[in-house]
């Protein structure tokens, strides 16, 4: 099972080697691993397995899967995380879909600027795992599986946070989706339906082009954060969740709590796309229950705040339109990333628990 | 076999002489340069500010961004242009940003006759998949038009108030950029880059005078021209002859 992941890691890395042998270029930019943190088979094996570990929190019971989950195309459904004994968190959990490939500061409000240090928040973090990192540590090093996996990943070196970090940011990087729908039409290996087509056009402005097909189609905005590959331009927006009159009303202050500038209150950090159909529910706080009802606010234009997008605004979707932008959105769903990365589920439930040795 | 032997020890000996060791070195300096943002003729403050426009009405910056192209020094005497960066992106859209933003380059010190750039993605980088640049490269700042067509060369976007009551809830958003829009910008201006005697190069370029200049104001109020993207180019036209038409050196 592990061995399989290995074998993902080095189509990965070679990835760029067989597109380029074709003359094709890749479908994304190559993904930047550190220096300090190249990635190996055996620093990702590791990584999924403290990934699938409810060790890491204060009372065994919450793994980074547990609101992370393949399923889900690693989010967990709920409108707000759930962590340790039913604390419930306030922001929505987001999907790791292909977020290693993602350079800029991550978390909602970009608190952490790697995937390294974005690994390391929840296990302290109370409503989350509540953890102790030197608890954490010594249950690590008292394990000898663990001890002898640390070993393999990164040398003959002490067990410590960093490392960990280290080994969770490797196993991420591996969680990539390239197989949509949409993915297979950019290809020519398939077609949209006509109600698919009409959503990407509305997408991607198309009724922008006075001599294309789509001319005079009412535009939806989308790309300008939303954008390819990826689906995010990976910074900062207010797309008019809530009305503000003064940029101080903002209860989650996003951004701005997190920079101490206040024209940045009410930011959040663009959300990818990718398997958006699976991520449900939406928003920093999960206030929409379903893409209907997101593409519905978008439709509206969005709440007052002087800070709001100048491109939110009001569409003028009709109703066919709205599902036709949903029906788009659905075909960023990726089967295959979901179900090849199921085999990380019961990992650590199985004989050869690494948390019980 | 003798001349061969001989002809080889000359060749030899004639490389020797073209060693890097004897030829006249070029010494080499640092040279910093500024882009500066402006509105109005005062450092441009993203949201920070209200700005007035000429149509009466007011505005607040969200972002301010444009990519130049080959950017170079043009030397003195002709000799070929000296290239500080092929391609290059400057963007103000936080609170946080000074209106100044900084580049260091390193060139010949010598005479130069001007800088000049491309405003905007140069038609050769602009035909590129930005798959195949790095991650965190300039041309992967999620600045396209769609998933196989390039790059926003320049934006400008904005929060207006329009009917003077107090709330900027009028967004104004306009990209520009095509291969037909792509403009080279020159100054013609003599500098002295040496060692201790580097003059202070900074390229200016005014919001304001990119919406409204030479007689002419851009129509924020007209809803039809509050959000001009992609194909409809057309309405930008204006704002884009006149953003590359506005910029300035400033040398101190």
Same mark, same amino acid.
């Given at each position: 099972m592990r061995g399989g992941l290995s074998i993902v890691l080095a189509l990965l890395l070679c990835y760029g080697c067989d597109r380029k042998e074709a003359d094709t270029p890749p479908d994304f930019a190559a993904i930047l691993y550190p220096d300090d943190n190249a990635s190996t088979p055996e620093g990702v094996d590791l990584g999924e397995r403290l990934f699938f570990d409810p060790l890491l929190s204060a009372d065994g019971t919450v793994s980074c899967a547990s609101c992370h989950q393949p399923a889900l195309a690693f989010s967990d459904g709920k409108p707000l995380s759930v962590g340790i004994d039913g604390l419930v968190g306030f922001r929505n959990t987001p999907s790791l879909t292909n977020v290693g490939y993602l350079h800029q500061p991550l978390f909602w409000d970009g608190r952490a600027t790697n995937l390294e240090a974005q690994a390391l928040h929840p296990v302290g973090t109370a409503h989350e795992m509540a953890g102790s990192w030197p608890v954490v540590i010594d249950a690590l090093r008292s394990r000898p599986t663990y001890v002898t996996a640390f070993r393999e990943a990164f040398g003959d070196v002490p067990i410590d946070s960093t490392l960990v970090g280290r080994a969770l940011a490797q196993y991420q990087r591996t969680l990539v989706s390239m197989n949509s729908t949409y993915d297979r039409v950019r290809q020519g290996e398939a077609q949209y339906t006509e109600q698919e087509a009409l959503g990407h056009a509305i997408f991607f402005d198309l009724g922008d082009d006075p001599g294309g097909p789509f001319a005079g189609l009412v535009r939806g905005e989308c790309a300008h954060c939303h954008t390819p590959p990826h689906f995010t331009n990976q910074r900062y927006a207010n797309n008019g969740l809530d009305e503000a009159v003064d940029l101080d009303d903002f209860t989650d202050k996003g951004r701005g709590a997190i920079n101490?500038?206040?024209?940045?209150?009410?930011r959040f950090r663009t959300p990818g796309l990718r398997n958006v159909a699976l991520t449900a529910p939406y928003m920093h706080d999960g206030r929409f229950g379903s893409l209907q009802e997101v593409v519905a606010h978008y439709n509206s234009g969005g709440e007052y705040a002087e800070n709001k997008s100048a491109n939110v605004r009001p569409l003028g979707l009709s109703v066919p339109q709205q599902a036709a932008l949903v029906a788009f959105l659905e075909t960023l769903t990726d089967d295959s990333f979901v179900v090849g990365s199921?085999?990380?589920?019961g990992l650590n439930t199985d004989s050869t628990d690494y948390s019980t040795d | 076999m003798k001349h061969l032997l001989l002809y080889l020890l000359l060749l030899l000996g004639l490389t020797a002489c073209l060693d890097d060791d004897d030829l006249p070195a070029v010494a080499e300096t640092d040279l910093t340069l500024d882009f500066r943002a402006e509105y109005g003729g005062e450092g441009l403050a993203i949201q920070r500010e209200a700005y007035g426009y000429p149509t009466g009405d007011t505005l607040k910056l969200l972002l301010f961004q444009y990519y130049v192209s080959d950017l170079e020094l043009l030397p003195a005497g002709g000799a070929a242009p000296v290239r500080l960066a092929e391609i290059d992106l400057l963007r103000w859209n936080s609170a946080s940003d000074s209106a100044t933003l900084t580049r260091s380059y390193r060139v010949p010190a010598g005479e130069y006759v001007g800088l000049r750039f491309g405003l905007g993605v140069k038609p050769e980088l602009n035909a590129q998949?930005?798959?195949?640049?790095?991650?965190?490269?300039?041309?992967? @700042?999620? @600045?396209?038009?769609?998933p196989t067509t390039r790059y926003v060369f320049a934006k400008i976007e904005a929060n207006a108030d329009l009917e003077g009551d107090g709330r900027f809830d009028t967004g104004l958003s306009y990209h520009m950029g095509s291969d037909a829009l792509y403009t080279t910008v020159e100054f013609a201006r003599d500098l002295r880059i040496g060692p201790g005697q580097t003059e202070q190069l900074t390229v200016v370029a005014d919001v304001l005078r990119a919406l409204s200049g030479n007689g002419e104001t851009f129509a924020i109020d007209n809803p039809d021209q509050q959000a001009v993207h992609g194909g409809n180019q057309a309405v930008a036209q204006d704002i884009w002859n006149r953003l590359a038409a506005q910029f300035t050196l400033e040398v101190r």
């Amino acid at each position: 099972m592990r061995g399989g992941l290995s074998i993902v890691l080095a189509l990965l890395l070679c990835y760029g080697c067989d597109r380029k042998e074709a003359d094709t270029p890749p479908d994304f930019a190559a993904i930047l691993y550190p220096d300090d943190n190249a990635s190996t088979p055996e620093g990702v094996d590791l990584g999924e397995r403290l990934f699938f570990d409810p060790l890491l929190s204060a009372d065994g019971t919450v793994s980074c899967a547990s609101c992370h989950q393949p399923a889900l195309a690693f989010s967990d459904g709920k409108p707000l995380s759930v962590g340790i004994d039913g604390l419930v968190g306030f922001r929505n959990t987001p999907s790791l879909t292909n977020v290693g490939y993602l350079h800029q500061p991550l978390f909602w409000d970009g608190r952490a600027t790697n995937l390294e240090a974005q690994a390391l928040h929840p296990v302290g973090t109370a409503h989350e795992m509540a953890g102790s990192w030197p608890v954490v540590i010594d249950a690590l090093r008292s394990r000898p599986t663990y001890v002898t996996a640390f070993r393999e990943a990164f040398g003959d070196v002490p067990i410590d946070s960093t490392l960990v970090g280290r080994a969770l940011a490797q196993y991420q990087r591996t969680l990539v989706s390239m197989n949509s729908t949409y993915d297979r039409v950019r290809q020519g290996e398939a077609q949209y339906t006509e109600q698919e087509a009409l959503g990407h056009a509305i997408f991607f402005d198309l009724g922008d082009d006075p001599g294309g097909p789509f001319a005079g189609l009412v535009r939806g905005e989308c790309a300008h954060c939303h954008t390819p590959p990826h689906f995010t331009n990976q910074r900062y927006a207010n797309n008019g969740l809530d009305e503000a009159v003064d940029l101080d009303d903002f209860t989650d202050k996003g951004r701005g709590a997190i920079n101490g500038q206040r024209y940045d209150n009410g930011r959040f950090r663009t959300p990818g796309l990718r398997n958006v159909a699976l991520t449900a529910p939406y928003m920093h706080d999960g206030r929409f229950g379903s893409l209907q009802e997101v593409v519905a606010h978008y439709n509206s234009g969005g709440e007052y705040a002087e800070n709001k997008s100048a491109n939110v605004r009001p569409l003028g979707l009709s109703v066919p339109q709205q599902a036709a932008l949903v029906a788009f959105l659905e075909t960023l769903t990726d089967d295959s990333f979901v179900v090849g990365s199921l085999r990380g589920v019961g990992l650590n439930t199985d004989s050869t628990d690494y948390s019980t040795d | 076999m003798k001349h061969l032997l001989l002809y080889l020890l000359l060749l030899l000996g004639l490389t020797a002489c073209l060693d890097d060791d004897d030829l006249p070195a070029v010494a080499e300096t640092d040279l910093t340069l500024d882009f500066r943002a402006e509105y109005g003729g005062e450092g441009l403050a993203i949201q920070r500010e209200a700005y007035g426009y000429p149509t009466g009405d007011t505005l607040k910056l969200l972002l301010f961004q444009y990519y130049v192209s080959d950017l170079e020094l043009l030397p003195a005497g002709g000799a070929a242009p000296v290239r500080l960066a092929e391609i290059d992106l400057l963007r103000w859209n936080s609170a946080s940003d000074s209106a100044t933003l900084t580049r260091s380059y390193r060139v010949p010190a010598g005479e130069y006759v001007g800088l000049r750039f491309g405003l905007g993605v140069k038609p050769e980088l602009n035909a590129q998949d930005p798959s195949t640049f790095a991650a965190d490269y300039v041309l992967n @700042e999620a @600045e396209f038009w769609g998933p196989t067509t390039r790059y926003v060369f320049a934006k400008i976007e904005a929060n207006a108030d329009l009917e003077g009551d107090g709330r900027f809830d009028t967004g104004l958003s306009y990209h520009m950029g095509s291969d037909a829009l792509y403009t080279t910008v020159e100054f013609a201006r003599d500098l002295r880059i040496g060692p201790g005697q580097t003059e202070q190069l900074t390229v200016v370029a005014d919001v304001l005078r990119a919406l409204s200049g030479n007689g002419e104001t851009f129509a924020i109020d007209n809803p039809d021209q509050q959000a001009v993207h992609g194909g409809n180019q057309a309405v930008a036209q204006d704002i884009w002859n006149r953003l590359a038409a506005q910029f300035t050196l400033e040398v101190r």
